[in-house]
């Protein structure tokens, strides 16, 4: 016997968007790839998008890949799946409905990689499609010159303000113990694999420009804004890429796919810093490369810095037959 499960009436009609946080780095900065908004639209960029239209393609990837084409000009290479992003009002746009006529629309989010060297950058400007230092976005994760000032001079004391709102609740875990743990307070570490958290509790505290475009807030109340915003929550999608990127490159050698073909170590290294946010030491980085076995020298070498020559390396993609997770395993900061 069949039994058959009717919709209510008042559930409104879903849309599945597709969004690509696209990363390269160029000249040791961490780029995201954004897009100015449509008419319709708030002001801020916001990440390569399009719709999954099953008639014209099997999968999400393919349907992916070809928004950004014709968005980007570019054609991807690595790409994964991060995250379903559907919360409600996630993406209202100023003409639509609120009153839940409109389709909800839930995005998949994907990290894709290029190389700086292979884009066309023509092709790139004439889409009107921008690069966006990620530092922009989240400059309180750039650790490589120390810690960031605007923590301790902002960041904070809004927080902890935020969180003695709701001392002594007894809902667990309250904020302060969420911010310790997010930002290394007290006797924990920073952890530069914590992106989402960060971002999550500057918007919860409402101190990020989305929080007052989402009206969970009038103002931030900042004289200076905390990062670059963008549309709807293409920044917590970029936060999102940001984090498992950081993750993946201590497992799998995706930093490769950063890369040229031949580079030096110092170049392997500011590319590595560049990703993490954090500086790193360099003889303890060469032996870390050297002893898990990831490049091997191409018998070239490179005079670009103008002293002595460096040895030039390739990836030595025979890894991946010989270890199950090969990628780099990073100690602690230097």
Known sequence: MESHVTAPDDIPPLRIGLDAAI????NQTPRILAVPPTPGEAAADGLPFGPFDPARHRTFEASLRASV???TALNLGYVEQLYTFGDRGRHMRSDEAR???SPHLVSVGYLALTRADAENPEALHATGARWHDWYQLFPWEDWR???PDMLDAAILPRLMHWAGETAGQAHPPSRQARIRLAFGLNDFPWDEERVVDRYELLYEAGLVAEAVADKRVFSTGLAVPLGRAMRFDHRRIAATAVQRLRAKIKYRPVIFELMPPAFTLTELQTT??????RHLHKQNFRRLVEGAELVEPTGA????T???PAALYRFRAKILEE???PGLRLGGRA
């Open 272 to 277: 590595v810093e560049a990703i993490s946010g």
């Open 301 to 304: 070498s490179s005079s670009a």
């Open 23 to 26: 990363v390269a780095v160029a």
């Open 69 to 71: 084409e014709s968005q």
């Open 306 to 308: 103008g002293g002595r």
């Open 323 to 325: 270890r199950p997770a």
């Open 99 to 101: 009153d839940g006529g």
């Open 145 to 147: 010159d120390g810690r």
